[in-house]
């Protein structure tokens, strides 16, 4: 079975902070995602990597950044937390020879206050 | 621009009914689709995948159809229960990178 496993279930954090969230899988998957989850907007793409090194913006990049420096592990970086970054975080990842399919991890809930 | 869009938003039944929820997408030039499910606070665990060349998947009490052609998909869940509350999310995989394009979700509620 696919793992994603993400670092924190629950962060707390204050404005200004350096914030890192960690994510990782342990199913040999090329593919890795951000997401952030709020109510009423759904879910919304913030980076993604193809490789190793690699990283591309989602739909709201700003105000965060990535790190893949293997290929397991994909880390969303906040680099100033402000308070409307308090949000559920998501990662996944999937690989093209399972068709794509994307499996998540638990989540972290952030609040930055 | 992909768009997809789930009705209804929001469903609540009786338990034993069985049930069906919509999904549909403006391009067809879809890689995949998926269906999650999504527990309140938590992840969202991956029901089934459908290939852009099959007509429909099947696991257990679930079954998932899609039309590319229509833009439509669909989840049939059999003889609900109430363990089966909870959003349940499509989104279609785009031909390229494998990026997916979410619906808003349908909140299910399975009464006793």
């Known amino acids: 079975d696919v793992k994603v496993t993400q670092s924190s279930r629950y962060l707390v954090k204050r404005t200004g902070e350096k914030v890192f969230l960690e994510c990782v899988q342990d199913?040999?998957?090329?593919?890795m995602f951000w997401y952030r989850q709020d109510p009423g907007l759904g879910l919304r793409l913030i980076y993604f990597?193809?490789?190793?090194?690699?990283?591309e913006k989602g739909d709201i990049p700003e105000g965060y950044s990535v790190s893949r420096e293997k290929k397991e592990r994909f880390s969303l970086i906040l680099e100033s937390a402000s308070t409307n970054q308090t949000s559920m975080y998501l990662c996944?990842?999937?690989?093209?020879?399972?068709?794509?399919?994307?499996?998540f991890g638990p989540g972290t809930r952030l609040t930055v206050t | 621009k992909q768009e997809v869009t789930q009705i209804p938003a929001a469903l609540s039944v009786p338990e034993g009914e069985n049930l069906v929820l919509n999904c549909s997408f403006t391009?067809?030039?879809?890689?995949?689709l998926q269906w999650f499910r999504q527990d309140p606070g938590k992840g969202l665990t991956s029901l089934l995948l459908?290939?852009?060349?099959?007509r429909e998947q099947t696991s257990g009490r679930l079954n998932a159809s899609l039309d590319k052609s229509s833009g439509r998909s669909t989840l049939y869940i059999a003889a609900s229960q109430p363990g089966d509350s909870a959003t349940y999310l499509c989104?279609?995989?785009?031909?390229?990178?494998?990026?997916?394009?979410f619906g808003q979700g349908t909140e299910l509620s399975v009464k006793p």
């Open positions: 990597s193809y490789d190793v090194k690699m990283k």
């Open positions: 989104a279609v995989i785009a031909l390229w990178g494998g990026k997916l394009i």
């Open positions: 996944a990842s999937s690989s093209v020879d399972r068709g794509y399919e994307q499996y």
């Open positions: 391009d067809s030039a879809i890689y995949n």
């Open positions: 459908i290939q852009s060349s099959q």
């Open positions: 199913m040999d998957h090329e593919n």
